[in-house]
């Protein structure tokens, strides 16, 4: 069967409980679900910082976004999938992004989230600017991060 | 070709987006980078170090040793720090 994942680029919140659900209301096929929620913290580096502010590419952030959920699809055996990524000021304790799997089982749901997690980190076209009481500062980009989307490269 | 601008690329070069018709022999990526590097002291700051740019042609990543023949938009910036 096709999977059709859901793609939202958007400055509003979302509700972490009503999007889990939705993706398993009135399914019997669904026997995980897993779902990653990234939360602004209150501090950077041990510094407090008052808010993100998350610049984005609007078009590419969608297509390479549609890119790699196709590839979650095509390499795990999925039954639903969701994608959430917000733009604009995100103050510590709100939410920034959401992926949320369901498969049959739980390792494809679980590796497929996992995988989904580490291309938007590398890959989605979002800068991250903090600020502190010092002013406002990029954030810059971790060589570990990088790192860990490169073990789901097939060599 | 139109070319965007984002994060701190933007701030330094002082402009999100604009049209540029660069002359024949700049046929790469890379070879963009060094061309509008060297049209002012804003451009250059932006470009001071090319390896850490990145850029799409029309909503796709590509190398430094992409073609940009055809290409209808360009974009750099920096590393993704989203998610």
Known sequence: MTVAATIRIQEADFDVAQEIAALSRGRTDIGAVVSFSGICRGSEQGEPIAALTLEHYPGMAEAEIARHADEALSRWPLQGLTIIHRFGRIEPGQNIVLVVTASAHRQAAFEAADFLMDYLKTSAPFWKREESARGTSWIEARDHDDAAAARWTKS | ?83
């Open chain 2, 1 to 83: 070709m139109k070319l965007k601008y984002f994060a701190w690329v933007r701030e330094r070069i002082g402009k999100a987006e604009e049209t540029v018709e660069p002359p024949a022999e700049v046929r790469t990526v890379g070879d963009l980078i060094g061309w509008l590097a060297a049209r002012d002291d804003a451009y250059a700051y932006a470009f001071e170090k090319p390896k850490v740019i990145r850029a799409a042609i029309d909503h796709a990543h590509v190398k430094p040793d992409a073609a940009i023949a055809g290409a209808r938009e360009i974009a750099f910036f920096p590393p993704m720090t989203g998610g």
